[in-house]
């Protein structure tokens, strides 16, 4: 006997909500973060909200592309991004324990933890910035906290002069969308079994999640609820 799947599709990736996706290359040599002897290292260009489209309280759907080589020789690319929203384009100089002196840490982004400078093993880490690709999970959906006017994307890395990306192709795509993806609640742009199963499980729970049809009962209609969000996409 053959297992039936419920959905037509096991694997999809989120479709976006219609709003047309930027897509913004990021020079990998560029940081946001305090360096030290990193002499190639150039500073992230600040982008404006406005420019995107997108304002304080929109929700932001961040996705990483490409990669870049974190080192001369290095084998394969390394993906890891982080992002911060500012309520200036200002940056302070590079050796600035917090050069960016507007930052404002955002709804729905995952905590970071930066790696100190490769040379000196000075720290770097500052609480308001967010990862848009841990290495697992290639983006975010983040909320512009109020009076953000501005985004700055980094490769997460230690040392910046030393990052290429030969093909040009790192990068992000952001999509203004209406919230975080209900049905994707591994929250990893991917809509797949694993999501079904853990809505199964806030459903057998009775946990809030579980009541698609937020009526407070927990029913068929809940499933057939999470089945046609799943079908739809974000
Ligand atoms: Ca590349
Ligand atoms: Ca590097
Ligand atoms: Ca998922
Ligand atoms: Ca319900």
């Known amino acids: 006997m053959t297992a039936r799947w419920p959905f037509p599709t096991v694997l999809v990736a ?5 709003v047309l996706a930027d897509h913004l290359t990021i020079d990998p040599r560029a940081t946001y973060l305090r360096t030290n002897q990193d002499a190639g290292a150039t500073d992230s260009p600040a982008v404006l909200l406005s420019s995107l489209g997108a304002q304080p309280g929109d929700w932001l759907r961040i996705e990483r592309t490409g990669g870049f080589q974190s080192e001369l020789g290095v ?28 930052a404002i840490g955002a709804k729905g982004g995952r905590v970071v933890v930066s790696a100190p400078t490769f040379f000196g093993s000075l720290d770097t880490d500052i609480e308001e910035d ?11 959906t983040v909320r512009i906290p109020k009076s953000a006017s501005h985004l700055l994307l980094c490769a997460d890395d230690g040392l910046f002069g030393d990052n290429t990306d030969a093909d040009g192709d790192f990068g992000v795509e952001i999509t203004i969308v209406d919230g975080p993806c209900y049905p994707d609640f591994s929250a990893d742009c991917v809509l797949d079994l694993f999501d079904f199963l ?12 579980g009541d698609c049809t937020k009526d407070g009962a927990f029913d ?15």
């Open 130 to 140: 967010f990862s848009v690709d841990d290495g697992n999970i290639p983006c975010t």
């Open 198 to 209: 853990a809505f199964q499980n806030a459903f057998v729970g009775d946990k809030p999640a």
């Open 75 to 102: 084998v394969g690319e390394g993906r890891e991004m982080i992002g911060v929203f500012s309520i200036s384009g200002l940056l302070f100089p590079p050796d600035s324990r917090d050069r960016v002196p507007g």
């Open 14 to 18: 989120l479709a976006s909500t219609g």
């Open 220 to 234: 068929l209609f809940d499933f057939l609820c999470f089945v046609n969000a799943f079908n739809a996409g974000c």
